[in-house]
């Protein structure tokens, strides 16, 4: 039996038509008309000015930059995350401070970063920044979030590399803070392969970003540099793959959310195994299918699920290491991070593809219901209830 895996690119059909015009014309480079409608499209939908870049970790190096992060300084990031969210901070010589989450939504506490403002701005020593992460596809609780950062002055970065298409208070992740990042890894929700965009309100700063990561190239015909820059744009060729992926974007959000809800459905039964909370404000794409294992009520570990799941030919992953259990980063200081290692241990993610077929996926949550020791299946919800 062929091997289920976690999440895969899934074409719309018009990437080609995108690509090919890039060769009938020769636009094989960082410069051409692909890259400009991509990110003019990519614009259209958020509302806000964007530059399309090499990956998300550049457009997060180089948001970093925009808000002025440098050494000495401090930045502070969830610990619960994936390393590309904190590692740009020490490109830049500067510090992170790990925060841990909120069970609710398991992102950022808002609780714990009041705290944490608290005791720095008694000391005079508050952040340059915060990264804050919109994780699998779900916002941070952005309103308390964005209240303290405004009361402290603290700039935001959102990390959105996996929340293209989720919304918080209706409006899109990405345009909430002052800059934001997003990935189209080949996980992602939409894919170039590889890539990223910089978005943000402020166009100065985009224009800014654009003009670095084309190596800071001052206008006129000498390869005169005034400031430090790096070779972070995207390709046109793969602009064209965005075109096409940015096309179906809505179907994917919805396609992933089915997919969630379904194994809500099929795992309704089963004690101990729950889908990531879905917060009420806003719409969670469930980039990735997440659930939390109790082994007591579920009958079997975390780590049991896995090698079960691995038997039979299904990809399924932890949930994130937080970053203060890495071993690059000890010693960086946080506060908690209990809440973020529990869901470390405990959480699990299920394939995810939107291009997963509903037998795949019937497959998938009967090896779940037989790690639980509960009888399978004959089929899957339709239409689940819940993603209406
Ligand atoms: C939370 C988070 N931040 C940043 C990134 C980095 O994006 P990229 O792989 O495009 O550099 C990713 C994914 O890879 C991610 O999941």
Redesign the pocket.
């Known amino acids: 039996m062929k091997r289920i895996p976690l999440s895969i690119p899934h074409m719309g059909g018009r990437e080609p038509i995108y690509v090919e015009q890039a060769f009938a014309t020769n636009w094989l480079s960082t410069v051409g008309p692909n890259l400009t409608s991509f990110e003019e499209e990519f614009k259209n939908r958020l509302g806000v000015p964007a530059v399309a870049l090499a990956?998300?970790?550049?457009?997060?190096h180089l948001g970093l930059r925009l808000l002025g992060v440098g050494p000495g300084d401090e930045v502070f990031c969830p610990t619960l995350?994936?390393a590309?969210?904190c590692n740009p901070v020490r490109y830049l010589g500067a510090e992170p401070v790990f925060l841990d989450s909120d069970q609710a939504t398991w992102n950022l506490d808002p609780n714990i970063l009041e705290d944490a403002f608290r005791e720095r701005a008694r000391h005079n020593r508050l952040p340059r920044a915060l990264i804050v992460?919109h994780?699998y596809g779900q916002c941070a609780d952005m309103d308390p979030i964005l209240w303290l950062c405004r009361s402290y002055d603290v700039p935001v970065l959102e990390?959105a590399?996996?929340a293209l298409g989720a919304t918080y208070q209706e409006r899109p992740a990405g345009t909430l803070g002052d800059i934001a990042?997003f990935?189209?890894?080949g996980?992602?929700i939409i894919t170039t392969t590889?890539?990223?965009i910089l978005a943000s309100r402020n166009a100065t700063w985009v224009e800014k970003a654009r003009f670095w990561s084309q190596q800071s190239r001052d206008p006129g015909l000498a390869y005169e540099h005034s400031e430090l820059g790096y070779n972070y744009r995207m390709s046109n060729v793969l602009a064209g793959i965005g075109r096409g992926q940015l096309e179906v974007l809505d179907q994917r959000v919805e396609q992933r959310r089915a997919i969630a809800f379904r194994y809500g459905d099929g795992f309704a039964d089963l004690p101990g195994i729950t889908l990531m909370p879905q917060a009420p404000y806003g719409l969670h794409t469930n980039w990735l299918s997440c659930f939390r294992i109790d082994a007591d009520g579920f009958g079997c570990s975390r780590d049991s699920l896995i090698q079960a799941l691995d038997e039979a030919n299904v990809e399924s992953r932890p949930v994130w290491k937080p970053m203060h259990l890495q071993p690059y980063y000890a010693g960086c200081e946080r506060r908690g991070g209990e809440v973020a290692e529990d869901l470390f241990r405990r959480g699990i993610c299920l394939p995810s593809s939107s291009s997963l077929s509903r037998q795949d996926q019937l497959h998938v949550v009967n090896r779940v219901r037989a790690a639980a020791g509960a009888s399978p299946l004959a089929e899957l919800t339709l239409e689940p209830l819940a993603a209406a």
């Open positions: 990956s998300g970790t550049a457009a997060i995350t994936f590309a969210s992460v994780l990390d590399a996996e990042a990935s189209f890894n996980n992602k590889g890539g990223g």
